[in-house]
């Protein structure tokens, strides 16, 4: 069995198609940006309804910049909840993230410290399935093409926590909008757009039902965790060992 | 400084620390053993999918309609037309019946 290089190097950058690769990305950022909108909103508006003040829901969407955690974090904190809390609960909530940081290494790990650092701090569950599939496309996976995926959901993510706040509870009924169902579809889309991978279905089954159960038994949000090594152990037991790749 | 603001930041640094700490761990390595190629190949559709069966799960009727609706758009339209397909249904479900 071949071992892998973890971290691949890339062919060296081309200044010239710098920017080409910048607008390639903010192209693949853009509709991130209008899914993500009525959050980023709803968010704001919550936040400032369980007494955050506008600095506050800005600060958190800057520096946090994850929307399931920052919900949690807020929902928590009207609920006279123990600060360390909070802060280990969106730990847990975002724990997923380490999986991504793992695998998205691969392709992003010729950046250089400072752009490298900030591309972590960037790598939302969008931003990773856009940087996996560039990279299975075989286009080279650039530190602007980065920027340019992120730059648009960032700014606008940021932006509407302080309209959402601003403006205080411009969404009055979140179930009637469906607000409930929105992340789960958008987030089935990005599942639906991994289905050429080897073994998508079985992973798919084995993550949804192991998930589902954890949810049931243990609770939210340690099914994201627990439920994403199911499918993960799926994977490596179907895989064939001796399996070519290229 | 208030409480939340201290919240704030320590979710923030914890979360940073979430996002860059697979790659930290996994860096020690030069070289990956094909079962951990595999296992990481496998992170998207393993992790997304949690994020989405507990809410199919728990959803109403109007809810699981719109699931399957985006599902099916997914299979021949790029992403943001299936969620805003999916997004058309659940709210013409939830506002009309």
């Known amino acids: ?246 | 400084m208030s409480s939340i603001t201290w919240i704030i930041i320590a979710g923030a640094v914890l979360t940073f620390l979430t996002r860059i700490g697979g790659h930290l761990v996994l860096s020690r390595f030069e070289r990956i053993h094909p079962r951990v190629e595999v296992a990481l190949n496998a992170v998207p559709a393993a992790v997304l999918t949690t994020l989405v069966a507990p809410a199919a799960a728990e959803a109403d009727w109007r809810g699981l309609i719109a699931l399957a609706f985006a599902g099916l758009v997914a299979l021949r339209f790029n992403a943001l037309t299936m969620f805003l397909a999916g997004g058309a249904v659940i709210i013409l479900l939830r506002q009309f019946s």
């Open chain 1, 1 to 246: 069995m071949d071992e892998q290089i973890y971290q691949r190097q890339s062919v060296p950058a081309d200044p010239g198609r710098a920017r080409t690769q910048f607008w390639e990305g903010f192209a693949k950022g853009l509709p991130i940006m209008i899914a993500s909108a009525p959050f980023g909103l709803l968010f704001g508006a919550l936040a400032v309804d369980n007494g955050f003040t506008v600095f506050q829901a800005v600060l958190m969407s800057a520096a946090i910049f994850g929307g399931a955690s920052q919900m949690v974090g807020i929902e928590l904190f009207g609920h006279n909840v123990p600060a360390w809390l909070i802060v280990f609960s969106i730990f847990a909530v975002n724990f997923r993230h380490v999986l991504y940081s793992a695998a998205v290494g691969r392709r992003i790990g010729h950046f250089k410290p400072l752009q490298s650092a900030l591309s972590y701090f960037l790598l939302t569950d969008p931003q990773y399935a856009e940087t996996e599939k560039r990279a299975e496309s075989g286009k080279p996976v650039t530190f602007i093409w980065y920027l340019g995926v992120a730059t648009p959901i960032y700014v606008m993510w940021v932006t509407e926590a302080w309209i959402g706040g601003l403006f205080g509870n411009l969404i009055s009924d979140p179930h009637a909008l469906g607000i409930d169902m929105l992340l789960p579809i958008y987030f089935l889309g990005l599942v639906m757009g991994f289905r050429k991978r080897d073994n998508w279905a079985a992973i798919v089954i084995a993550s949804a039902v192991v998930s589902i159960i954890a949810y049931k038994t243990i609770g939210s949000p340690w099914h994201v965790s627990i439920g994403a090594l199911a499918g993960i152990l799926m994977a490596v037991i179907v895989a064939k060992p001796a399996k070519e790749r290229s």
